[in-house]
């Protein structure tokens, strides 16, 4: 599996991206890690976010896992006919939720395509790292807006660092990041920070 993980939105290297992706192929919208803000506010986001990504040439489909919760041979199924996909930024510890829900964590940890593309920003990096406690002042970890009330600690562990986002850049979020800097110094945890605009590509 391959990795193009940006600090926010698509950033500064567009052209790779569309390179990553399997040709004739489309990649899935993951959109969960805003399940926790109203209907109305999440469409309209979502609609953006996925204009960004057919602007630059890029087939997308919405893939809401909230339709896949419990149906993890569906999800793998839908998930293998596809690219790639994409996991826009929110809350965190909602996109875990949804993962595990869902059953994706276990087929992304699983995957056996070295073409498929795991792409995302913010939450979508943030939920691969190995642990999530330092997250905690940037997300809220109690919000649980679906039948699970137990907040999932663990990340993916598909990367072996905390995924820092946002860091020194001008976003809401800016500070909170010094404050989870802090913490995995303190800890001794590794990470690796990114200003808007900048992208890891693995």
């Known amino acids: 599996m391959r990795y193009y993980l940006s600090s ?9 991206l569309k390179k990553m992706i399997p040709k004739g192929t489309s990649i899935g919208l993951i959109p969960n890690a805003l399940d926790y803000v109203k209907l109305e506010i999440r469409r309209e986001r979502n609609q953006k976010t996925m204009k960004e990504l057919t602007d630059i040439g890029i087939s997308v489909k919405m893939l809401d896992l909230r339709r896949y919760f419990g149906k993890e041979k569906e ?3 839908k ?4 690219g790639g996909i994409w996991v826009r930024g ?7 939720q949804a993962m595990r829900l869902s059953g994706l964590d276990k087929i992304l ?24 406690e330092y997250l905690q002042n940037v997300d809220d970890p109690t919000i649980t807006p679906y039948r699970t009330k137990k907040v999932i600690w663990k990340g993916l562990g598909l990367i072996d660092y905390a995924f820092l986002p946002h860091y020194k850049s001008d976003h809401p979020e800016s500070e909170e990041i010094d404050k989870e800097l802090e913490y995995c110094k303190k800890n001794g945890i590794p990470f690796k920070t990114l200003r808007d605009g ?5």
Do not use: H, Q, W
């Open 8 to 16: 926010y939105k698509i950033g500064n290297k567009a052209d790779k």
């Open 75 to 77: 999800l793998k199924k």
């Open 79 to 82: 998930i293998y006919d596809l």
């Open 90 to 96: 929110g809350n965190t510890f909602v996109l875990r």
């Open 109 to 132: 940890k699983n995957m056996k395509r070295e073409d498929f593309l795991y792409a995302g920003y913010s939450a979508g990096g943030c939920v691969l790292s190995p642990d999530l």
């Open 198 to 202: 900048e992208v890891i590509i693995i």
